[in-house]
């Protein structure tokens, strides 16, 4: 996806019978110069709370598995009840988002019913979090890069019409991006991308003793799922796919695409705010949505000149940029809704902009004290190397006027997000893969109809691509679906789980 791209990670709360060791895998089921990987023996140690963790170590390239190794990190929450199934793995999105912390929080994630059955585990993919983090730049570093505005004629930072001048400077920061990728994770670069990971969730599900995949995956999760179905579909058990990626899509389509989403995602935050008593995008009684789009647009404009005041006291400004990521960061979530209207009032009552720094910073995972977690580093490091995207930046400049059309405020900042896979390395862009899970077990796929981060359709056409794909539709808003408030998708889901049962192919859910 690309910068602005994070589903599920910062705003998404993620097994096996206890025990110190797994079981092996079926000896059959393991290649000979893998089976070292499926067979080890993990060392649990509690780690707080119920759970217990774990390092598992994998091959750096599945291709020279006696090469240099890395290591995933692993927790798992035992079940509760007397008579586990197995494992069910759990993945937020992304890319970037750590799984060993979404799993912290697996009294929300799934149901009470699921964690009496199966053991939820959570993983850190490789390049993320404590899984061999990838890593490409320093927190100052960082700061700029994510604060950076684009140089316009009239200074008001539109990104569509950026002067060439700014286009230099834009070039430069991502190439400087990539270059510090290379200078600390170059051994790592050719082998972070999702076939990868997949490979690595069957070392996972061996490991943990299990016949077949019961997973869990949400917005980006929904590609590993998916790439797990197309490598390994005999040993698919149950994949629920939430908040889906098309895998057919390529980088720059990818972020027109979702500009839609964000379009449809802000239209109904706007809407929802207007029927307050309070909104501050009002101009009075009877505003429009187009009205109130109209003065976010002229805060935008007003802050690339004009910063806002930032009370966290450390030097970064809350200029355009950082503005709009607040704003986006809160679509991804209706419970975000509230806290993005207090910042907005705080913006134009009072020319505060704290707020939406704060909500900046948990989309892109700074911590308080300044530090980052690897996530964009994850997020732009596993998509440049899983598709390959242009390398003349004419086509980034088409792209942010076509994603412009869809989404005049978000749009093009989400297609020059992806600018620095146009400065990759050559030879760690993954060959594409075709993916539709042939011969793999009934797939549920389900699709949120105005979803922020991953639109509609991309469900509907992942459930269409996937030979064994079945779609269930959550009517509503927020960026997925499973135990975010409607009880219908959850009993499917959980039936799924369960009991192997898929709902119809179409069932809606209003």
């Known amino acids: ?50 759970f217990e963790c774990a390092d598992v170590r994998v091959p750096l390239d599945y291709d020279d598995p006696a090469g240099a190794e890395l290591t995933i990190a692993v927790i798992r929450l035992p079940a509760s009840g007397a008579d586990p199934v197995g494992s069910l793995l759990v993945n937020p999105g992304g890319p970037g988002a750590s799984g060993v ?13 699921v964690r009496e059955r199966f053991d939820v585990v959570g993983f850190d993919p490789r390049g993320v979090g404590g899984s061999s983090p990838v890593h490409c730049l320093d927190r100052e570093e960082l700061d700029a890069y994510l604060g950076g505005q684009y140089d316009t004629e009239d200074g008001d930072g539109d990104p569509t019409e950026v002067t060439p001048e700014g286009l230099e400077e834009l070039e430069e920061a991502n190439r400087g991006f990539v270059e510090g990728c290379v200078e600390h994770s170059a051994d790592l670069l050719p082998h972070i991308g999702t076939a990868d990971v997949a490979h690595d969730l069957d070392v996972l599900r061996g490991v943990l003793g299990d016949d077949g995949l019961t997973y869990l995956g949400k917005s980006y999760g929904t590609y590993i799922g998916a790439m797990y179905a197309e490598l390994h579909p005999d040993r698919v058990r149950a994949l629920v796919l939430d908040g889906a990626m098309d895998p057919e899509l390529g980088q720059l389509e990818t972020s027109v695409e979702q500009a839609k989403g964000f379009t449809t995602a802000l239209t109904a935050f706007v809407e929802d705010c207007l029927s307050q008593a309070e909104c501050p995008l009002a101009e009075g009684a009877g505003t429009t949505v187009e009205q109130a789009n109209g003065r976010l647009t002229d805060l935008l404009e007003r802050t690339a000149e004009e910063p806002l005041r930032n009370g966290l006291g450390d030097g970064r400004e809350v200029n355009r940029a950082r503005v709009e990521t607040g704003v986006l960061a809160a679509l991804y979530s209706e ?22 720094l704060e909500l900046g910073d948990e989309l892109y995972g700074r911590e308080p004290g300044g530090g980052y977690e690897n996530s964009t580093a994850a997020l732009i490091a596993v998509n440049c190397a899983d598709r390959a995207a242009p390398r003349d930046i004419a086509a980034y400049e088409e792209a942010a006027d076509a994603a412009a059309e869809a989404s005049p405020l978000f749009g093009p900042s989400l297609a020059w997000g992806a600018l620095p896979c146009a400065y990759w390395p050559r030879d760690a862009v993954a060959e594409p893969v075709d993916i539709d899970g042939s011969g793999a077990p009934p797939i549920l796929v389900v699709g949120t109809t105005r979803d922020s981060a991953t639109p509609y359709q991309w469900a509907q056409n992942l459930a269409g691509v996937l030979e064994s794909g079945v779609l269930l539709t959550h009517e509503g808003d927020g960026h997925t679906a499973y135990r975010t408030g409607d009880p219908c998708v959850d009993a499917a889901v959980d039936a799924y789980l369960l009991e192997e049962r898929v709902p119809e192919d179409g069932t809606v859910c209003a």
């Not at 912390?101 to 019913?113: F, L, W």
């Open 1 to 50: 996806m690309n910068r602005f791209a994070v589903p599920g990670a910062a705003l998404a709360l993620a097994l096996l019978a206890s025990g110190c060791g797994g079981a092996s895998p079926r000896e059959e089921e393991a290649p000979a110069p893998l089976r070292a990987f499926y067979e080890q023996e993990v060392a649990w140690e509690d780690c707080g709370g119920g």
């Open 101 to 113: 912390d979404y799993a912290r929080a697996a009294e929300h994630i799934v149901s009470e019913q």
């Open 335 to 356: 419970s975000y809704w509230p806290r993005v209207r207090s910042a907005l009032t705080d913006a134009f009552e009072r020319g505060d902009g704290t707020a939406l």
